[in-house]
């Protein structure tokens, strides 16, 4: 049995390959954009640009996995405001690529699509937890991006038997994250100050929304848990259903890190729109795969923490 996942030069892949290997005990092809070079443990490397419509459909006649985990994508909100057009190429003509060479292939796979739980956009607060019926009202491109993606595998699903999943994932943090996301800078912020790199002042965006952050460990548990027993055609949130202000969640890097320093607002990293409340509803999930997260925040602000301290 082989499993592959698509995109696992970032951030996910690695632990992605890790459960994929302890989980289902099977081989793991792992692409990466052409240039980059991961340590991805125990998976063979092949470079592949999604958007190259040829090298994916010869990858796949080639390899016929049984799973394939989609993960490529123009991840970060801050640049698709700023690459919009790059981000619609990546995240919406990238994933159907993927979906056709498998339809016209005829390929018996089951179809991870990870998409976001920006696609909910803003949500009235009474419908907070959202659930998976709730309407999409995605506030930016890359949340217009993966909604666009949901859709399409929801009629790939549909029209052709295909046997395709899709994930709204909540704000996932931990080990390895790139600085680009609010924790994963929060925590290299705190540990610059530890190392006297930098002044004890911690510059933030908006403080004031709450999101729902689960450990990437928990979610690539969740991605396993619903390539194996999933419905095809449906959505499932993957997330902690216990949203938390941005503000606290920095009180607790503080208090966690030891460091004393002030907080000032950096207009550069304030986001033209953002949502108030962000919270998923994992009802569906747990129900239907069992999974429910179990790793406490704090157990990841500290480890997280320590990737930091390690790398800088
Ligand atoms: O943008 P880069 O250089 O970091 O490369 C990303 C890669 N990627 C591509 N892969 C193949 N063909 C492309 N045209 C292409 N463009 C970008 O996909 C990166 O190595 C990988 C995605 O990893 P991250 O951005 O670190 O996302 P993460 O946190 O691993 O999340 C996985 C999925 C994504 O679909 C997110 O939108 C979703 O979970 O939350």
Redesign the pocket.
């Known amino acids: 049995m082989r499993a592959l996942i698509?995109?696992a030069?970032?951030?996910?892949?690695p632990y992605l390959a890790k459960e994929i290997q302890d989980t289902l005990k099977c081989s793991v092809l792992a692409?990466?954009?052409p240039g980059?070079k991961p340590e991805i443990e125990g998976a063979e490397i092949r470079p592949?640009?999604?958007?190259d419509e040829q090298a994916l459909y010869r990858l796949l006649y080639e390899e016929r996995p049984e799973y394939i985990f989609h993960?490529?994508?123009?991840?970060s909100v801050a640049l698709s405001w700023k690459k919009p057009g790059l981000t619609m190429d990546?995240n919406v003509k990238?994933a159907l690529n993927l979906m056709d060479a498998v339809r016209s292939l005829g390929l018996k796979t089951t179809l991870l699509m990870?998409g976001?739980g920006e696609e909910y956009g803003r949500i009235d607060p009474e419908h907070v937890p959202i659930k998976e019926t709730e309407l999409l009202k995605p506030g930016n491109i890359y949340a217009a991006s993966?909604m666009c993606q949901g859709m399409m595998g929801a009629v790939y699903a549909g029209s052709y038997g295909m046997r395709v999943i899709m994930t709204r994932?909540f704000n996932h943090f931990g080990p390895g994250?790139?600085d680009t996301f609010v924790l994963s800078d929060f925590c290299k912020q705190a540990v610059m100050m530890e190392k006297g790199q930098s002044p004890c002042v911690f510059r933030t965006g908006n403080l004031g929304s709450k999101r729902d952050f689960t450990d990437v460990r928990d979610v690539v548990r969740a991605y396993l848990r619903l390539a194996m027993f999933g419905r095809a055609g449906e959505t499932y949130n993957v997330g902690s259903q216990n949203a938390r202000k941005i503000s606290d969640l920095l009180n607790m890097i503080i208090e966690i890190s030891g460091v004393d320093a002030v907080v000032e607002t950096d207009p550069a990293r304030v986001r033209p729109i953002d949502v108030p409340v962000i919270e998923a509803d994992i009802t569906k999930i747990r129900t239907e795969t069992g999974w429910q997260p179990v790793i406490p925040t704090e157990q990841t602000i500290s480890d997280t923490l320590d990737w930091w301290r390690e790398k800088l």
């Open positions: 698509i995109g030069a970032g951030f996910v892949g692409t990466v954009l980059e592949l640009d999604i958007l993960l490529a994508a123009q991840s990546i990238g990870v976001s993966k994932s994250q790139s």
